[in-house]
Every structure is written in structure tokens, then in C-alpha cells.
């Protein structure tokens, strides 16, 4: 929870409870990106993007609240399946229908290719990036 600090800029703002961060990701970045009409909340007529998390794993107990147990502990390892408009981008911790080994080698082309073109080699590049 975020707790306004006395004597500082923050001093009269309302406190952050994990229940408003949940909202910032959600709704509150839907209506930040201009597409709260489309998503950001679950809603007919509305995309089902949708992220379940497994309560279970080690990190995650002693279970709590769900909200603090999402805003404190979770982390992406924790994340099971993901839908997004409807399809399923996740299932049982696993991407679902991506060339993951592919989307890796293009992502560290790129950073190469960027740093090559912004003057210089990447810091502790490894030969495998140099090659692919």
C-alpha cells in the first residue's frame, strides 16, 4: 500500500491501496490509452482479455487477499493462462501458438542492429547475437 508521506509533496493525497493498482493496470491504462470503450474491464461487449494467476505456487502463500496477493507477490512465473479477445495466448504457463525461439533471435538481432546503428557494439554481446 502506498501511504502519503508527511511533511512531503504527497502529504494530502489518498492513500494507494492494491485494489487501485489492480485499476491501474486494468481500467484506469484502458482509459489512459483512449480504449476504455473496447477494454480494461469485463464488460459485455467488450474484448475478454483476462489473465488468471495461480494462487498456489510458493511465492504466493499464505494466501491472502486477492488483491494483495496479485499487487505484492505475483510475478509473471505466476501468471497460468492468458486470453486475449477471446484467445488463448497462455495455457499452463506456456506461450500458445508463438515461434518463441524465433521472436528471441529477432529481438536480440534488433538490439544489435539498434546499437550498431546508434554508434557503437552492445556492451557484453554475446557471440550467438553476432552470428544469428
Do not use: Q
Not at 37 to 66: C, E, H, W
Amino acid at each position: 500500500m502506498g501511504i502519503p508521506f508527511k511533511g512531503s509533496d504527497t502529504e494530502k493525497s489518498k492513500p494507494i491501496n492494491f485494489a487501485d493498482v489492480i485499476k491501474m493496470g486494468t481500467i484506469n491504462g484502458a482509459k489512459a490509452l483512449g480504449i476504455a470503450d473496447r477494454t480494461g474491464s469485463l464488460t459485455v461487449g467488450k474484448r475478454a482479455d483476462i489473465v488468471l494467476v495461480r494462487a498456489d505456487d510458493l511465492n504466493m502463500l499464505p494466501y491472502g487477499r486477492p488483491e494483495g496477493m496479485i499487487g505484492r507477490t505475483a510475478r509473471a512465473a505466476n501468471v497460468d493462462t492468458v486470453l486475449v479477445d477471446g484467445r488463448v495466448m497462455k495455457r499452463g504457463g506456456k506461450l500458445v501458438g508463438l515461434d518463441v525461439e524465433r521472436i528471441k533471435e529477432e529481438a536480440v538481432r534488433e538490439a544489435y542492429d539498434l546499437r550498431g546503428r546508434a554508434g557503437g557494439e552492445m556492451a557484453g554481446l554475446s557471440d550467438w547475437a553476432k552470428i544469428h
